[in-house]
């Protein structure tokens, strides 16, 4: 716990399993407290910037309402009306921002320039999203397993679609907790091969596995948990038509979906395309845990603020 205290939550690789596995209890003992009405002013007086190069719902509510459930307050600062904008650089505006904030967080495109940004400062910076992970999301999202399964260890995730942050963020997390992680995509929309090798390196260690298959019916295979997202991700909406096209055969619908575990839990990151990734049946259906995990979004970094901000 301690330890955490001035680091830094750019992407999962950095953490060790216990770290995460703390971070995880910490969220679910302070969504207990706040779920009881107890104060827990951990970030009194504290301030967090919050800079977004992208749009955003989850996450800028869930970090703005974090700080102040925490005792302290959130800044938004959209790339508009930052000299960022105008081409002020990365390392001045860290090197400037830390003079006044307590922590930062930001999302943006290029994963470098979250760690430009990190290098720059002298508070700790958290990942809000960029084009090559979402650590915060996952957080939240093997918190919602856990509280629903009981455990992780030994808990198969199947990951249907584009091989984007989400799956890197995912696929990382998992490898460290000792899950089992399968990922479906197609030839040319695969995962990170640093991810894919790292990931399997964590896992001989952690006792999980990892299967990259371009066969969604494959991954899809006696899974406790189906997750899939968006096929094109923000920065890349030009796309859109022509992987309608690769993706077709990737649809979370009621036919794939038979091929999980009976109790399989649904989860997307949000926001969906109900009718492209994921068919409206699965989605809105009774195996679906989607807002379970937008809510554990703001326990999992209340969690991470008040160890790192601390
Ligand atoms: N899942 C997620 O990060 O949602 P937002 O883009 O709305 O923040
Ligand atoms: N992969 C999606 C996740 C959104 C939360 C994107 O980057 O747009």
Not at 114 to 124: F, K, N, Y
Not at 189 to 198: E, G, L, N
Not at 286 to 297: C, M, P, T, V, Y
């Amino acid at each position: 716990a301690a330890q955490l205290k001035g680091k830094d939550f750019l992407a999962l690789v950095d953490y060790t399993p216990e770290e995460l596995e703390y971070l995880i209890g910490y969220a679910i003992e302070l969504k207990r407290k706040q779920k009881a009405g107890e104060p827990h002013p951990i970030l009194a007086g504290k301030t967090l910037g919050m800079i977004f190069e992208k749009s955003s719902t989850r996450t800028r509510v869930s970090f703005e309402v974090g700080m102040y459930q925490l005792g302290g307050q959130a800044l938004f600062l959209s790339k508009n009306d930052l000299q960022l904008g105008r081409g002020e650089t990365v390392w001045d505006t860290a090197q400037t921002l830390s003079r006044y904030l307590d922590g930062i967080m930001i999302r943006t495109y290029e994963h470098r320039k979250v760690i430009d940004l990190a290098r720059g400062a002298t508070v700790p910076v958290i990942n809000g999203l960029t084009d090559h992970a979402h650590p915060c999301q996952v957080m939240a999202d093997y918190q919602t397993v856990l509280e629903k399964k009981g455990r992780l260890r030994g808990i198969k995730v199947a990951y249907i679609g584009d091989g984007n942050n989400m799956v890197h963020s995912l696929m990382m997390g998992a490898s460290k907790l000792g899950m089992d992680f399968a990922v479906a995509s197609p030839e040319g929309y695969m995962p990170d091969a640093s991810v894919i090798q790292q990931s399997k390196e964590n896992a001989a260690q952690s006792g999980g596995s990892l299967l990259v298959t371009t066969s969604a019916r494959e991954a899809i295979e006696n899974a406790d948990i189906v997750y899939t997202d968006v096929w094109a991700s923000m920065g890349f909406e030009a796309e859109q038509k022509e992987r309608e096209i690769a993706f077709a055969n990737y649809q979370v619908n009621e036919e794939l979906a038979k091929y999980a575990k009976s109790d399989y839990l649904f989860m997307h990151c949000l926001p969906a395309h109900r009718g492209e990734e994921v068919s409206e049946g699965v989605i809105d259906g009774e195996h679906s845990i989607i807002f379970d995990q937008a809510e554990n979004r703001l326990h999992a970094q209340k969690a991470i603020m008040a160890a790192t901000m601390v």
